[in-house]
């Protein structure tokens, strides 16, 4: 698989067969990851891989949470800002719509939709997950820099035929993960990676992109200048 059919395909698959994925395939995964860019070569993410019975309990003691009504444990971190602006807020919405009308819900039926989104302390069945974890410390730019790490570990598991999805909910259960973990108390709870190989009878619609002239400005000779003040040369300069 090249690099562009690795993106093309990486997608959010919300369900996985119980098929074992080897140890060495994970090994090989992030052995490669490590090499994913970091600003001064910080690598400040730490990550935890659990499988078999590990993950069996995390999801077991996540799963008598939610059975009891447990509220979710302290934002450690915003997830989204408090009053999305558009186009953000229409983006968001309209994923909801489409992920949740697949699945026959309608809007007005939350008792339905919180049932759909336990799915994901389950890992939408998946036999492995991945808990990527960053030192409290660190400020913005190094979280971009887990983000960077993880979609390098998520475009690798495409070439080795594997499938995954981002779980920040993991986040609101970020006391029952570290019950299973013990992660020194020096590092914070980004997401949950749910890794396995997709079940393709589960297989909802993908979610469309923003049209590149969105997100994209191109700047090149060919661009119209708006700015047609004369710009006068530095001083000591003609």
Same mark, same amino acid.
């Given at each position: ?20 994925? $080897? ?57 989204? !800002?408090?009053?999305?602006?558009? !186009? ?16 026959? #819900? ?10 759909? @989104? ?11 997950? %991945? ?9 913005? !730019? ?7 790490? %993880? ?7 495409? *070439? ?8 920040? *909910? ?24 749910? #890794?396995?190989?997709?079940?393709? *009878? @589960?297989?909802? $619609?993908?979610?469309?992109?923003? !049209? ?16 047609? *003040? ?9």
């Amino acid at each position: 698989m090249d690099v562009y059919e690795a993106v093309r395909s990486r997608r959010a698959v919300r369900g996985f067969t119980d098929r074992h994925v $080897p140890r060495e395939t994970l090994e090989r995964v992030l052995s490669a990851a490590a090499w994913a860019p970091s600003g001064s070569n910080l690598q400040p993410w730490h990550a935890y891989v659990l499988t078999g019975g590990p993950l069996a309990e995390l999801k077991k003691r996540a799963g008598e949470r939610l059975a009891v009504g447990d509220l979710w444990d302290r934002a450690e971190y915003e997830m989204y !800002p408090p009053a999305l602006k558009s !186009p953000y807020r229409e983006r968001r919405a309209a994923f909801g719509e489409q992920r949740y009308g697949a699945l026959g #819900i309608p809007r007005e039926d939350v008792e339905a939709r919180q049932r759909a @989104a336990s799915a994901n302390w389950d890992c939408f069945g998946a036999p492995a997950a %991945l808990f990527c974890y960053i030192d409290r410390t660190m400020g913005l !730019p190094q979280w971009s820099d887990a983000g960077m790490y %993880l979609q390098t570990v998520m475009l690798l598991l495409r *070439a080795e035929g594997l499938h995954s999805c981002t779980q920040m *909910a993991w986040a609101k259960f970020h006391r029952t993960v570290a019950e299973v973990l013990s992660p020194p108390d020096g590092l914070i709870l980004f997401c949950g990676l749910s #890794i396995g190989f997709e079940d393709v *009878a @589960a297989a909802g $619609p993908r979610t469309g992109r923003a !049209p590149l002239e969105e997100t994209v400005t191109f700047v090149d000779d060919h661009t119209p200048s708006r700015h047609n *003040a004369h710009i006068p040369p530095a001083k000591g300069m003609s």
